[in-house]
Nanobody, 119 residues
Framework: QVQLVESGGGLVQAGGSLRLSCAAS????????MGWFRQVPGKEREFVAAISWLSGRTYYADSVKVRFTISRDRAKNTVYLQMNSLKPEDTAVYYC????????????WGQGTQVTVSS
């Protein structure tokens, strides 16, 4: 079992920045993919970014490419999402997730953290 706890959400003006953190604990996840997703009420959950815990290779949704950066600190068992040039349409609950089998089906999820971008 893997536990994921997100933090760092909040209210920011358009054009501002936030950094989300996802602290992971539990069984070893050294070969997992870690991802960030977001969801707005009434809409489907949307992929934002992912990173290979082992290699550090990153993946991004086109809507956030260039503006967002995913990274991981293996010593701290933490994944980050640096969000710059935020837009009102980035407003959502952001979730951290872990893909154990590297099949794109995320097996473990955090509780989410709210990000609100005001115009």
């Amino acid at each position: 079992q893997v536990q994921l706890v997100e933090s760092g959400g909040g209210l920011v003006q358009a054009g501002g920045s936030l950094r989300l953190s996802c602290a992971a604990s539990g069984r070893t996840f050294s070969s997992y993919h870690m991802g960030w997703f977001r969801q707005v009420p009434g809409k489907e959950r949307e992929f934002v970014a992912a990173i290979s815990w082992l290699s550090g290779r990153t993946y991004y949704a086109d809507s956030v490419k260039v503006r967002f950066t995913i990274s991981r600190d293996r010593a701290k068992n933490t994944v980050y999402l640096q969000m710059n040039s935020l837009k009102p349409e980035d407003t959502a609950v952001y979730y951290c997730a872990a893909d154990r089998d590297l099949d794109g089906k995320y097996d473990y999820w955090g509780q989410g953290t709210q990000v609100t971008v005001s115009s």
